[in-house]
């Protein structure tokens, strides 16, 4: 077996392509973040030329990167239902006896981590439900689509619009961005540890680092239904445009 296959196949290999494949998805989330956070202008262009223009300098290499942010999800699920669920009965000597408590009870990381498989859970069934709800219905039933610059374009604005017209659709996303929040406070601290980065020293300045990077990436995220149902960029831009 080759050192790379090795690495691969081992538990600690699975480990860090799980944080690795984590880290990855931390970084699409700070873009996409950034790119919605465009709708807060509440003018129709500016995420509407953002989302086309992804296309436009992506260029071929668009939907190849599309796929890959794909395979990058479904590598961070599988690994996680691998390493939390098959590899935790194969571990475990009688495995119809439930894990017994410690004597203190279950510590501040252990309930996280054991909450890790229900907010993965819920933020995949999100993921399957967004990405159908407005990147799909865009890209193939076209309903909504707008003049830019000459160009037809997907009018990502108006599905945005749409969606969140519902109080239960802005509910939904609202509650799922608190869970997305709970998942990276604890993914984070955790991936840090997979990668042997973490030094007894530095265990509470990393706890806090995911904290904060929790906090602001499911703020700025959760701001955005709440933004879009109450209308507040008519409110707050009366007139300008
Ligand atoms: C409440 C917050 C959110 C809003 C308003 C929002 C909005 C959008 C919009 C407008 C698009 C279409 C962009 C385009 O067509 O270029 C999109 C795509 C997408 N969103 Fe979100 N999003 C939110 C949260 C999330 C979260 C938390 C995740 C992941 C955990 C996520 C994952 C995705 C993915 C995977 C796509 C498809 C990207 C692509 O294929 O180009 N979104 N979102």
Known sequence: MSALKKILF?????KYIMAISG???????????????TLLSGNPDHINAYAAGLKTTL????Y???FALVGLFLLHIFLAIYINVVEKKAARPDRYRKPQ????????????????IITGGLLGFFVVLHVWQIR???EFGSKYTTMLNGKEVADIYRYCVELFASPLTT???VGVMVFLGIHLRHGFWSAIQSLGAMKPEWSKAIYGLGLVIAIVLATAFLILPIYMH???????????H
């Open 230 to 240: 109450f209308d507040l960029a008519s409110k707050l831009f009366a007139g300008s």
């Open 23 to 37: 880290f990855g998805l931390i970084g699409f989330l700070v873009t996409h973040v950034a790119g919605n956070l």
């Open 59 to 62: 260029g071929p290499l668009f």
């Open 101 to 116: 408590k410690g004597k203190g009870g279950p510590s501040k990381f252990g309930i996280a981590g054991s909450n890790m």
């Open 171 to 173: 509910a939904f996303y």
């Open 64 to 66: 190849p990167a599309e």
């Open 136 to 138: 799909l219905s865009s």
């Open 10 to 14: 081992s538990s600690i290999g699975k």
